[in-house]
């Protein structure tokens, strides 16, 4: 099943998820990434966290290569290890349509967490990978990536924000 996206201003996207226990998950979960994945794709992301389909539980999904072979990361309780380099690029978000800023990430990002079985995984992540890493952790801990912005840059996102939030569902 496909669910609403959550926007920008909703509350839920700016509450923390704290780690959950997988046995008190598990039995939803594999529902509950079912329509994630198909609202992730439908909606032509890259990744998807929980609080985006108005839950706040610490989950993410990630999938980098939408048009080519497929390669499906769920990151349940997923831990920041390891971080180094920065790169500024132009990032968007899902709960923020229409809207892309350059953002400054670190390059290389190592992650660990748990998989859809809860068993547990490490990978390091360079390009699209480190930042969709650092973007959905971000959500997780209740922030968006404009969050991290400068005033002068917020009050530029701030009047863009009011032009397309007319457009938003
Ligand atoms: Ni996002």
Same mark, same amino acid.
């Given at each position: 099943?496909?669910?609403?996206?959550?926007?920008?201003? $909703?509350?839920?996207?700016?509450?923390?998820?704290?780690?959950?226990?997988?046995?008190?998950? =598990?039995?939803?979960?594999?529902?509950?990434?079912?329509?994630?994945?198909?609202?992730?794709?439908?909606?032509?992301?890259?990744?998807?966290?929980?609080?985006?389909?108005?839950? &706040?539980?610490?989950?993410?999904?990630?999938? &980098?290569?939408? $048009?080519? +072979?497929? $390669?499906?990361? &769920?990151?349940?309780?997923?831990?920041?290890?390891?971080?180094?380099?920065?790169?500024?690029?132009?990032?968007?978000?899902?709960?923020?349509?229409?809207?892309?800023?350059?953002?400054?990430?670190?390059?290389?990002?190592?992650?660990?967490?748990?998989? $859809?079985?809860?068993?547990?995984?490490?990978?390091?992540?360079?390009?699209?990978?480190?930042?969709?890493?650092?973007?959905?952790?971000?959500?997780?801990?209740? =922030?968006?990536?404009?969050?991290?912005?400068?005033?002068?840059?917020?009050?530029? &996102?701030?009047?863009?924000? +009011?032009?397309? +939030?007319?457009?938003?569902?």
């Amino acid at each position: 099943m496909i669910l609403r996206i959550t926007k920008h201003g $909703e509350p839920v996207l700016k509450k923390p998820a704290p780690p959950v226990d997988f046995d008190a998950v =598990k039995n939803e979960l594999p529902r509950l990434l079912g329509d994630m994945w198909a609202t992730m794709y439908a909606a032509r992301g890259v990744g998807l966290s929980a609080q985006q389909v108005g839950l &706040v539980l610490r989950l993410s999904i990630i999938d &980098v290569k939408p $048009e080519g +072979k497929p $390669e499906r990361l &769920v990151l349940l309780n997923p831990e920041i290890l390891s971080r180094e380099g920065l790169v500024i690029e132009e990032e968007g978000c899902l709960s923020i349509p229409g809207l892309y800023r350059k953002t400054r990430r670190y390059s290389r990002v190592r992650i660990r967490a748990l998989d $859809e079985n809860g068993q547990p995984w490490e990978r390091t992540g360079t390009g699209l990978l480190a930042r969709a890493f650092q973007h959905e952790v971000d959500h997780l801990d209740g =922030k968006l990536f404009i969050d991290q912005f400068t005033l002068d840059q917020r009050l530029e &996102v701030a009047a863009a924000l +009011k032009e397309l +939030k007319k457009t938003w569902l």
